[in-house]
């Protein structure tokens, strides 16, 4: 009998973990600033980096927040530099660094959710974002929701400086009293004196001191002019003409106000009326102050004067007008001056929508923006482009968000992103994690108009879960249109009343993603990111953070695509335990977007607390087997 043997050589596809566990980068930056907070992969000419976040940067007075870059070509040091310095100076307090996002054609930005305006003695927190080129050069500045205060004045005072005027150090008093009320800055008030009796002159201009304690200062060294006449016509027409030019320092869209304060009938009181018109057709307010200690002292009528007075001033006279017994009386109308002048109402004023707390953006046509802390913190968007801006009103959500419960603080735009449905439609996606308690996520579509049409609404399921304070759009098979729509309840508990976290399919009923089964808090779907095609099969993936397992150790999970859906089975967990025995809150930040390390395989940038790691993708292993027929 003959045997033949035959021998068949299969490839066997025997696969290992996709991640490589054994080699992490971990590049390490100051923890208290939460260095980690936020990361973004980034290449610039060639040389390939991980930009991080670190919104608590600064000293205990300014934390202004910064921004690191970490080399990924340099594989003996693993620290960062502060790369952002010469933005972040000017960030006083702001937090910079709390959102992390490409540009829409080259570089990326950065906000500072938490950046205040000043406005008198109030501070807004209207949030300010920074576009930046790839070569860490700032090119603008976009601050959407920012409105100029009602205390943006130009504010000048037309002092009588004649013999009468006596004492003159109570008057020096007044000025030095007035002026310390105003809050004086570029973006504020600015004052410019001008004092006259026969004749007039320019005691400072409105862009000479841009601080309050500098014009309190230089009111202590005005010297009494003097002077046999009170030409008040010829001070006012100048004061109209000149102090309040551009060329002295006043500014487009300033209010104007005038504040005369005089003792005596002018004497060229016949020309008043042309001065006044020229005030009026420059927009001029004019308060006018009476001081009748001349009169007093002499025991004679003011009552010519007065009425001169009440003319000057800009109606009504009960608004606009003051009289006062003598030069000392001046300081008891301190208040009522700066009380009056801080309430003059224009177009300058805040709409209560431009209030808010953080800043949300997705890159689309231009950037839509989450408006948390807007309309009460009940929240809202906005669409900033190259048109222009779109900010819908608090009605035009009203649908989903019955104005009944406008101080619920539903925190609608905590997130927002877009999806591209049916024939290539695009629809926006918000969220309100605090919506009833229990959340909620709508997708809309906004006119040119500013008009939303609401077309689905989806509501989490249990109280305090945070449903709809993490969303990501997954277009799986990368054919322009979106797939899946994820949304994240992170403080979802579940067993053992644990913080597990829970992330749904928000296009189909009842899917969820599964995460590890273990009584424990989690956070699960803290961070969520895709990943264009981690194992080369032509579909996108995907990596969900939950940076509270493990004693807060953190995880992060990696979700592999299928035609057009996330397989719900994790195909790998990594703890943050296994690349390094400190780390903490790993997986707090997410992206995967570029090949670091030149390999042609989608590296990962993971943030933790006081880290930030890199994660290389290891190809699968295969095992050749042979197979004998005999």
């Not at 449903?467 to 403080?491: H, N, Y």
């Not at 995880?555 to 695509?561: K, P, T, V």
């Not at 943030?607 to 930030?612: F, N």
Request: proline letters at 4%; hydrophobic letters at 35%.
């Amino acid at each position: 009998m003959h045997y033949f043997t035959i021998c068949l050589s299969l490839l066997g596809l025997c696969e290992c973990f996709n991640i490589d566990v054994k080699r992490p980068r971990i590049f390490s930056g100051p923890e208290d600033a939460l260095f980690g907070f936020s990361v973004l992969q980034h290449e610039n000419n060639g040389e390939k980096s991980i930009l991080v976040g670190a919104p608590w940067d600064g000293p205990q007075n300014n934390k202004k927040g910064d921004i690191y870059k970490c080399i990924v070509g340099d594989e003996i040091n693993s620290n960062c530099e502060n790369a952002f310095q010469n933005v972040s100076r000017n960030f006083k307090n702001s937090h910079l660094g709390m959102t992390l996002t490409p540009a829409a054609s080259d570089g990326f930005l950065a906000c500072a959710p938490l950046w205040s305006q000043e406005c008198g003695t109030s501070l807004f927190s209207t949030g300010i974002c920074a576009s930046v080129t790839n070569d860490m050069e700032p090119k603008d500045i976009i601050a959407p929701t920012a409105q100029r205060c009602t205390t943006y004045m130009d504010i000048v005072i037309v002092l009588d400086g004649s013999n009468s005027i006596y004492p003159w150090y109570e008057v020096q008093n007044f000025l030095s009293n007035i002026l310390s009320k105003f809050h004086i800055s570029p973006e504020q008030m600015q004052v410019g004196v001008l004092q006259y009796g026969e004749i007039s002159v320019h005691e400072w201009s409105l862009r000479d001191y841009q601080t309050t304690q500098d014009v309190v200062e230089a009111a202590k060294n005005i010297s009494r002019q003097e002077g046999r006449e009170t030409r008040t016509a010829y001070a006012i027409q100048m004061a109209c003409t000149e102090a309040f030019s551009p060329d002295r320092g006043a500014r487009e869209g300033a209010t104007k106000v005038m504040i005369v304060v005089t003792d005596g009938e002018s004497h060229d009181g016949e020309e008043l009326p042309e001065s006044l018109a020229e005030c009026e057709k420059r927009n001029i307010t004019r308060y006018a102050i009476a001081v009748l200690g001349h009169y007093s002292r002499r025991q004679q009528d003011p009552e010519t004067f007065i009425n001169e007075i009440k003319y000057i001033a800009s109606d009504p006279d009960e608004k606009y007008f003051f009289n006062v017994t003598d030069e000392a009386a001046l300081n008891d109308i301190v208040d009522a001056l700066g009380n009056r002048i801080f309430s003059l109402e224009g177009t300058l004023g805040y709409n209560e929508s431009a209030f808010l707390m953080e800043i949300r953006l997705h890159k689309i046509d231009g950037i839509l923006f989450g408006m948390v802390g807007a309309y009460d913190w009940e929240g809202g968007v906005l669409m900033e482009s190259k048109e222009g801006q779109l900010k819908p009103s608090r009605e035009a959500f009203e649908k989903e968000f019955p104005l009944e419960l406008k101080n619920h603080a539903a925190y609608l735009g905590y997130t927002v992103s877009s999806v591209v449905v049916g024939n290539y439609r695009r629809l926006y996606v918000a969220g309100a994690p605090r919506f009833k308690h229990k959340g909620k996520v709508i997708l809309f579509d906004l006119t040119p108009e500013g008009d939303v049409i609401i077309t689905q609404a989806l509501n989490g399921e249990q109280i305090g879960s945070y449903f709809g304070s993490e969303v990501c759009v997954v277009d799986v098979d990368q054919d322009g249109k979106t797939d899946i729509l994820l949304i994240a309840a992170p403080m979802f508990l579940g067993a053992g009343n644990k913080e597990t976290g829970k992330v749904y399919d928000g296009f189909v009923t009842n899917g969820t993603l599964h995460s590890q089964k273990k009584e424990q808090d989690a956070r699960f779907g803290y961070a969520m990111a895709v990943a264009p095609d981690l194992n080369h099969d032509g579909f996108a993936d995907l990596l969900v953070g939950a940076p509270l397992e493990d004693d807060h150790q953190g995880a992060l999970y990696i979700y592999h695509g299928d035609e057009y859906y996330i397989i719900p089975q994790y195909k790998q967990r990594i703890p943050g335990s296994s690349l390094s025995a400190g780390l903490q809150y790993f997986g707090r930040s997410l992206s995967a977007l570029l090949d670091l390390d030149g390999d042609e395989l989608l590296d990962l940038a993971v943030g933790a607390q006081g880290t930030a790691v890199l994660l290389k993708y290891s190809m699968p292993h295969y095992s050749l087997v042979f197979l004998c027929i005999i």
